[in-house]
């Protein structure tokens, strides 16, 4: 049997729902420049549900928030951002640690580290989008961010343990 190319209804409640959470924690979270949980939550639901499912939460996040916060040729390069960190984390990072044999808890603080890495790496990414936009040297542009960026990584380093054990705990209640 083939098959189906199509979302499931429980896949597009999931993303729905989730999409929802992160445009409410986007907006709550808002006059913080650049501290927010909804990384280090498209990190774990790419763990939990995929890398689709990450990537359609994210996007559907970033337009209806856009819509709250301001809508502009920024949020094509947000998407496109998060997107390729995405991928990078979930090909690249997330599989170097599951190739350390340690305990749960410094595996957690490993995958956080690294997720802030993401976080940062995203900052990057988006300047480099931007410079380009705005025909801005590349350099001037990542370090004026750099403070930004910073802040998003560390905020995504805080919030990572704390979502992961929220997911799998989630995921654990719907096993048993």
Known sequence: MARSTYLSLNQVTR????????????????????????????????????????????????????????????????????????????????PLTKLLKSTRGSEIAFQAFLAGGVGFSYGMVIDSFFSLLYGMPWWAYVIAGAGFNLAHAAS???FYPLIILIFRRFSYEKTT
Not at 54 to 60: E, T
Request: aromatic share 16%; proline share 4%.
């Open 156 to 158: 995504t380093v805080i």
């Open 15 to 94: 993303i729905s729902l989730l999409s929802a959470l992160c445009v409410v924690l986007r907006y709550a979270f808002a006059s913080l420049p650049n501290i927010q949980p909804i990384t280090a939550i498209f990190l774990v639901i790419s763990l939990t549900f995929g890398l689709l499912e990450s990537i359609l939460v994210m996007a559907v996040t970033m337009l209806i928030s856009s819509f709250l916060l301001g809508f502009g040729p920024w949020v094509l390069w947000q998407i496109v951002s998060f997107a390729v960190v995405l991928f990078i984390w979930f090909y690249l990072l997330y």
